[in-house]
């Protein structure tokens, strides 16, 4: 190959280019040198023992670019020297191509030519330089590549450090729309958040923060300093509001015209500014997600319901002591198993050819959710009208196992499940169709086909389904619970006809907007809606025992803990824990599910949400707003709850209970992948391995793999879901067929 190359070099092609077989031989690898510069380099297999060619990256370039060329680069070996696709390598099979061991790279010498004085030169200054290093660089050969590309070489103008070492700057700030009414209007510090130092540095020591109505639910939050306008920003979601009253701060997101995201600190004088500030911040936040006014609309108590949930609290009670120390004891657990490899995920074995490998669908589906069986060690994987099986393998990976393809209704319509849940000890699985919205599928899991269409009802449609209790899908059980957006029923798949069961439904006159629902292991039930309510049902067919306020946002996704002592609902940028147990009054140690709330004694909700510099640091990295995934906890028929699990663009995140609950300020960690998560939840019964769907892999991963959020950590090299030796999560065309598992 190498002899070709240079054959078909010998004409007067361009002597800026250099053409080279990429091969072990060259020892080819990434340095950062300590002027700052990303350096490639790799042997001159024509030169002396040691001479080098260094290819020295512009200032711009990102270390984790970088880090994905080498990564690529020893990918090509792998392929080169074994002649199979690198898709069927392991890490330890690429190890062979890291060649960091070889030695320091030498800083590349600077090219000197009279070229350089040139028009022409002085117009590629942004271009990076390519220059041969000798062993002995006393001089430059003659006809070496040093020589041949004067034309390219300039030295960096900013060292890459400088660039990295620059501080945070705010950006310009927007002007404020004209105020119709004053909510707030307060003194306070300024922070601004630092990515490169990772703390928030003051930017002036005096500022008027300002929350005004602007007009149709609209809301504007200025803050103006004595020299400078430094901020005007609209109330949304987005902001990610938390007070801490210990600190007397006020953290926030702002997001610049151009989508960069900043995290702010306002730190007030006293608690009685804060609460004014909060109060007014509040109730703009509020009526925008609502559309109605504040004072009308909301009680006293509900009001401090609302309030609280921003804040950023703990539960002080006797235990605080055992929490900590258990926290501690986590912390310690984590330690010791950071210093394992940790699990890899499988793809496929290395005899099958990468032809019959289909990563992407001809027809552009990918995947879109996940079923993880309770009795069976199977999880399951929609992709458009197929679904993917993945068996749980002893040491807690995935195995391809088979496809189901072509799901479709009793007269042959194909269509592709909107929501899935497995059923009846997992040999049923029911799904829903987008086009039939009165109507559940029951798949039967064994033939991998539909076998039954339950018609729910001619007008009432099912919005929303769930299990008749949390480890209903362990069990015989075939009922269900549906909701539409104002109605909340049983399903009774042995009914003749309809199967909706008219004694046990509660219909409102109101359209509610139900959009999510969960049960406990006694079959308590938690309906959540879009407006952001929640309510909580002992049984079908009555009235709530209690029904929390709306806090505006929509509420996605819905969990119960088995036991119904902690409520979990998911919004799009922040998650919502509910302590469920009534500590005074008549109904003391009783349940919401049993028991109402008195009226002044609302369940004290915890905001469990990344902290704004962390948002600001993500969105810095992908360009896109939060958008968790519905969060849920480890389940188990005898596992207590102590994690959960959600997901955010490339982010899977999971949050320890035992921090939580302990007030730690670390309560979660993080995972990043190379694609957006599509969904995610732990393996059953266990809290330690979780399963993944990325849109056209699956994965499995050890809960102690995530890792705290830090800017190093969040800024990490994606990962990718790891080759081993078994058959894994991509499917092979001759897979995708209609078979059991």
């Known amino acids: 190959g190498e002899e070709e190359l240079n054959e078909e070099g010998d004409g007067e092609g361009d002597k800026d280019e250099r053409i080279f077989i990429l091969d072990e031989s060259l020892r080819f690898r990434v340095s950062l040198q300590d002027t700052g510069d990303t350096v490639l380099a790799w042997r001159d297999l024509s030169g002396d023992s040691g001479d080098l060619y260094e290819f020295v990256c512009h200032s711009s370039t990102k270390p984790e670019t970088a880090a994905s060329f080498e990564l690529a680069a020893a990918q090509c070996q792998f392929e080169r020297k074994y002649h199979r696709s690198h898709e069927q390598a392991t890490e330890e099979e690429l190890e062979e191509f890291d060649f960091e061991g070889e030695g320091e790279v030498p800083q590349a010498s600077p090219v000197l030519s009279p070229v350089l004085q040139s028009p022409v030169a002085q117009s590629a200054k942004s271009s990076p330089a390519v220059t041969r290093t000798p062993r002995t660089p006393t001089y430059q050969e003659p006809g070496s590549m040093a020589r041949d590309s004067t034309k390219k070489h300039i030295a960096a103008a900013t060292p890459q450090k400088a660039i990295e070492q620059t501080p945070t700057k705010a950006p310009a700030s927007r002007a404020a729309p004209t105020s119709r009414e004053v909510l707030c209007s307060e003194h306070a510090e300024l922070h601004l958040f630092d990515f490169q130092s990772g703390t928030f540095v003051l930017q002036d020591a005096s500022v008027h923060a300002q929350v005004s109505e602007v007009g149709n639910w609209k809301y504007w939050l200025q803050i103006v300093g004595t020299k400078q306008d430094w901020l005007g920003q609209e109330v949304i979601a987005d902001i990610n509001p938390v007070f801490n009253f210990e600190y007397l701060s006020f953290i926030f997101n702002h997001y610049s015209e151009d989508g960069s995201a900043y995290s702010w600190l306002l730190k007030f004088k006293d608690r009685e500014t804060e609460e004014r500030f909060q109060e007014g911040l509040m109730q703009a936040l509020w009526e925008n997600q609502n559309q109605l006014k504040w004072a009308k609309a909301i009680k006293d108590a509900d009001r401090d319901y609302v309030l609280d949930s921003f804040n950023d609290l703990v539960i002080e009670d006797s235990k605080d002591d055992e929490r900590e120390a258990e926290a501690a004891e986590e912390d310690e657990e984590e330690e010791y198993e950071d210093a394992d490899d940790g699990q890899k995920s499988?793809?496929?074995?290395?005899?099958?050819?990468?032809?019959?490998?289909?990563?992407?669908?001809?027809?552009?589906?990918?995947?879109?959710?996940?079923?993880?069986?309770?009795?069976?060690?199977?999880?399951?994987?929609?992709?458009?009208?197929?679904?993917?099986?993945?068996?749980?393998?002893?040491?807690?990976?995935?195995?391809?196992?088979?496809?189901?393809?072509?799901?479709?209704?009793?007269?042959?319509?194909?269509?592709?499940?909107?929501?899935?849940?497995?059923?009846?000890?997992?040999?049923?699985?029911?799904?829903?169709?987008?086009?039939?919205?009165?109507?559940?599928?029951?798949?039967?899991?064994?033939?991998?086909?539909?076998?039954?269409?339950?018609?729910?009802?001619?007008?009432?449609?099912?919005?929303?389904?769930?299990?008749?209790?949390?480890?209903?899908?362990?069990?015989?059980?075939?009922?269900?619970?549906?909701?539409?957006?104002?109605?909340?029923?049983?399903?009774?798949?042995?009914?003749?006809?309809?199967?909706?069961?008219?004694?046990?439904?509660?219909?409102?006159?109101?359209?509610?907007?139900?959009?999510?629902?969960?049960?406990?292991?006694?079959?308590?039930?938690?309906?959540?809606?879009?407006?952001?309510?929640?309510?909580?049902?002992?049984?079908l067919g009555i009235q709530a025992k209690t029904a929390l306020p709306a806090l505006g946002d929509p509420i996605i996704g819905l969990d119960n803990s088995a036991d119904g002592r902690w409520v979990l609902a998911t919004t799009r940028t922040y998650l919502l824990l509910i302590d469920n147990m009534q500590h005074t009054g008549k109904n003391e140690g009783k349940l919401g599910f049993e028991k109402p709330f008195a009226k002044d004694s609302k369940p004290q909700p915890r905001r469990l949400a990344l902290t704004p510099s962390h948002v600001a640091q993500f969105q810095h990295e992908t360009k896109a707003p939060l958008s968790f995934t519905p969060a849920k906890f480890n389940t188990g028929e005898d596992a207590s709850e102590t994690a959960i699990i959600t997901a955010t663009g490339p982010f899977v995140v999971t949050w320890s209970m035992k921090k939580v609950l302990a007030g730690r300020k670390d309560p979660y960690s993080i995972k990043r992948y190379s694609e957006e998560v599509k969904a995610d939840n732990f393996k059953f019964g266990s809290d330690k391995n979780i399963v993944v769907a990325l849109p056209n892999e699956v994965d499995m991963v050890a809960r102690r793999q995530l890792l705290r959020p830090t800017r190093e950590s969040i800024a990490a090299l994606p990962a990718t879901p790891r080759r081993g030796k078994g058959r894994g999560s991509y499917l092979g065309r001759n897979e995708v067929v209609n078979s059991p598992y």
């Open 346 to 539: 499988e793809h496929y074995d290395s005899d099958e050819s990468e032809d019959d490998v289909v990563l992407r669908d001809e027809d552009g589906n990918v995947n879109s959710q996940l079923a993880v069986g309770a009795k069976v060690d199977r999880s399951f994987v929609v992709r458009g009208d197929k679904i993917g099986v993945f068996k749980h393998t002893d040491d807690n990976r995935l195995e391809f196992s088979t496809s189901i393809s072509k799901v479709q209704d009793m007269k042959g319509k194909k269509f592709a499940p909107k929501k899935v849940m497995l059923h009846m000890q997992d040999r049923d699985m029911v799904l829903q169709s987008a086009d039939n919205p009165n109507s559940l599928f029951r798949m039967d899991m064994e033939y991998g086909k539909v076998v039954d269409e339950w018609k729910v009802h001619d007008d009432i449609p099912v919005n929303v389904f769930a299990p008749e209790n949390k480890f209903a899908q362990t069990t015989n059980e075939q009922t269900l619970i549906g909701l539409s957006h104002n109605a909340l029923y049983r399903i009774d798949p042995r009914l003749a006809g309809n199967k909706l069961v008219e004694s046990e439904l509660k219909q409102y006159a109101s359209k509610n907007d139900f959009s999510a629902a969960a049960t406990t292991s006694q079959g308590y039930i938690s309906v959540a809606s879009n407006k952001g309510d929640i309510r909580m049902f002992d049984r």
